[in-house]
């Protein structure tokens, strides 16, 4: 099961995979082309092709229904003069018979020179990013992330919208503050977007529907390892719509750990006015049960708020009702441009993962410090496993290409660490009845916690196998280990 | 809501979208590219590409099942060297997200440069021209209009088919007989081809499955806009099987009212020997009723007839059991030519929609007078409706999209007036339980008939509003206006 | 019903459509395009394309779900420079409406240059093939033939594997000794690769599943077309795993009719170490029923036999779990190189079929002495029919398009004939109910057997119709010919 991903190759499965840097050389790139191509902003003539000389192939593989995201990739990859393959339905055709998509992606990356996945399952982008020799794109991965549409959502925050005549000098992310309206738990659009807002800077304030708040898992990586601080709202303002402000610290791009909310910069935070309202719709494929919550509809009257004054309206589209259609025509609505804009941004992300003109993302420095953690790794059927059934890992027809991979991250709970699932990131922190013991598979002992990982010598991590509970444990036989952990021999 | 189409776009929904001298136009241009790839009629040399240097893309957006239009589209679009991408299934994809077509087009249109759009609505490609900035054409939406199929079939027509060598010359359509068998209700197909052949004053000779005539609407355009009068045959022929005739007067292209079936040249008209014979098959998908009424089959014998010595046979395709297999090897059979001919057809439309090669629509003066009518505008919710329950404004996903909007045609009808929806071109006259009435929501008062719409000042017109009756009026608490009409003040 | 196919186009619906030295013509070029593009055996390095100056179109007609196939058609069309257009659910468009599959190749044709067709039904790329003025590809039809798999399969079969840095050099087929293991019934891949293993020289070892054995007609084939001797294994070896062996005889290409399996060259075919180990999925969807057999899995225990220390480990993918992953890092493990080799070698056909480069088939010789047979011909409601209820000659739409065709195959059974569907090429022998009579439908009499047919004079041959035996031909009021057969006058 090695991958067989040579070094330069590089895949942008997460917003996490890019730095900071290369995020702006995308952006700069993207201007380029959108001047080539007439601004949509500005006029509606019709858009020449910028052949760049290539006859690279794109590849969609869509195992879930999108029009508005694979035709901007199509559209982007012919605009640049590369040509495209389709499966817009993978589901109905190998998979039916049974197929893996570890395969489909050793077979799909000898047909073509990059590839975008769109699939139900979280973590599926990066699954096929480990079997795929060449670059893989996340399309969509379940609840999981949306990449390139946050590169869209971000250079529309970098344009000055509508309202000016010149719109090449960029706005500065840093200090915008970004309201967020509607289903926060299921939208991976938001994951990706709240996740490089902190990087960049901004200030998010959270608006979810009643029990769409921020996955856990979301809210503890904003604050820990991309340094926002938390702001509760209802304790000094009485506001009960607003909860929370997250509010990146003084010096950004640097990993430090947060114990809990702080409440830093109230006044500063909270009076300034926000600089665009994002709106999503409720994500009814990612629920299994069938009613939906009372969801704030974004109108002209909620506009009028003078918080909202000079606030963008942006949406990932496509939008159900939480979006009236009267603010069509207000000019601070955005979202057809946001749209519009997925075709230069993804023309600038293919230029630079193929290394068209020169440009690459390899030249780039490393401006972002994307925290490392150990990666613990198992076989499938030993020990713990991922608690999203979503994720990928859980996915009938990959059990033979997946396995249990976990990032293990330093927590404040009793034993110090929690684990992070690698394909779809969720947090598996310890609870009641779930206190991670690791058990030594050679002397059938156990000792609690998961520290026993980081001192085990390079030989023995491989006996090294993490159980649910110690009750769970001594029900496979394991006794605790009398002495501390596996030494380094 | 306001419609972001600049000035010079032209939209193809419908064929008298086109003037006769476009359509002349097109097939001027369609012959060239036509003796480029390879006559179909003559052999079977494999067509080579015919690259007028752009690289344009087009975008088919198909809510309803199709190869053949989709392709030939594709096909023509890659044959003059541009770029396609495909949405065959849109229904599956973003609109099972609950996504507007309104939505979708202006989303669409800034990742190509044309659109060509089929739909199961009536009216739907009228909707989606409103709100795009690039070209529509209409694939086929609904029972409406597929005027594009009708292009081929006039290009056909002009033809001299298979048994002559030199079909440059094309043959002239005025005067010439067309015989239509089948489902002239349903088909599309057929609804652009009739006002196509009244225009350029071809005689037509319905011979429709038995309640499958042309839809009443049709017919009356046919009379009072195309300038078709009409013969009624059985009358003095005792042939019960063709009960009438389309034939236009003398002074096609000019407007005029017709109070009803008129029997003139009948001598000529009747006599005269049939051109072409166009068949079509039961289009099952517009009825909600399973059962087929019995259907006349186009076959050898059929076409012994001396009145069909010299016609051609078309058809549109696809076949079901209507028109006979064995007449594929009759020197009259030009269907498959006429197919064939779908691909230089729509390449000279493309050509001249996205300017290629500097050749244009807007070049062209207008030389059909297609009548112009009052147009009447109300948002959805307010008075009288389509009453086409397949028309695109009651699709619910398009219900903040769509208005009511009719034109205000003269009529012989007691108020002079009735209505035609806008998107659907479905009549509305008055019945015995509706008579229309204009209410004025200002003063609560109500006019009869339409009469009170066209002495409307600019600044009153928009608290008019249509009601489907007296009764109906005074049930809301207008009362009868005792003056005559809202006058310009 | 006239077939318009011009002279020259070729189509490839049979691996038996090409001959040896076209074979290995096509190998020659896909080596030079895999030089170009990159040999995935070696590096990864990203592949550019190579614009041999076309711009063809290909149509993919895919009337069955497939990625692989499809992707790799495209990608290989792309790569020359040329263009695609797809249908890939073709029975829900135009199907749906009920349109044959001729009547959908004759109008696809004008909007293409070449076309290739995956279909659920046996033969229906024939009858595809019958109705197309342009080159047809068989990508796949029930469960009859796959060629371009086959193709690859034995151009993988060439190569050295990953073993050796120079894979230039070919291997030779002849002698090479593959064993086959799976659903040997159901995988039309299998039985287009197994035909040309014969036509090559090398030894085949079936390995089935239970009851999923070689077709009766294939195996039938095998032993009297492509002169492959059968070698009984478990009378000598008592080995109950392996049966029986293909061998072909000293003199290939030649036809020859053997009574039944012969025991030759036992010591030296039987001994020899396997040169490649060739796995198939079970088929479910060519079966009706549930329930799967017991299956050989081919893993790494498997694989330590001595016999298989230097075999290839081959599967046309998809697989299901008949083919371990631990394989997946196996040095002999070359499925994956197999896929890739898809792209290479569908450039070279298309080449050769598109007579691109100045390269065609029609240049090469016929160096393969395919049989001829006479061929027996009746309208569909005519007479014996086809007995594979799943050949396109059952399809319900087809029914005015296809006909009874039959090649008239010598054989040792009483009355020295059987029949072969020329569409699905099902072989329907004599048996106790089945005893073939041609009954002379001017005369109102019958002979035995099918001797009548080789004796008819040309103008009498269309009143000669098979019936499926003497009782049904008495039934239908013919009676015994006194005399023998209807000679020519």
Redesign the interface.
Known sequence: ??S?T?PL?RHVVSINDLTNQEIEGIFDIAQRYLDELGD?NL???????T?VG????L?T?FYE????T???F??AM??L?G????????A???A?????LA??I???S????IIVIRHPRDGAAKLAAEYS??PIINGGDGAHEHPTQTLCDLFTLTKKGKRTENNKKPRRLEGMKVAISGDLKGSRTIHSFVYALARFGAIIEPMPAAGMELPAHVDRRLREEFQSRTIAKNAQSGDDQIDVLYVTSDKPHQQSLFAGPEVVDYGVAIQKKVDAVYVT?FQ??RYSEEKQAPYLKIDAKFMKDARYADASVMHP?????ELD?DL??DRRAVY?QQ??Y??PIRMALITML?NLKNKSLQKFNDGFAKPTYFVYRQPIDRGVRCINKNCISHEPSEQ??VANKFFVVPDTQPHGFRLRCLYCETDIEETATRDFVVTDTTKHTYTRGLEALHHAAPDKIKHLVICESETDAQKHGFRLNPGKVAKAS
């Open positions: 099961m090695a067989r040579p190759t949509p006029d509606y003539r019709i858009a020449q092709s052949d290539s006859k690279f192939i590849a593989l229904p999108s029009t508005r694979r035709l901007s199509e559209s012919l605009r003069g040509e495209i393959i389709t499966s817009d339905d993978p109905a055709s190998s039916k018979k049974g197929e893996s395969d489909t050793r077979v799909i000898n047909y073509s020179d020799p060449i719709r009814k494929e589209l496509p939008r159900v009702d259609v069509d025509t057809f749209a519009a997925g075709v193929l033979q290409y």
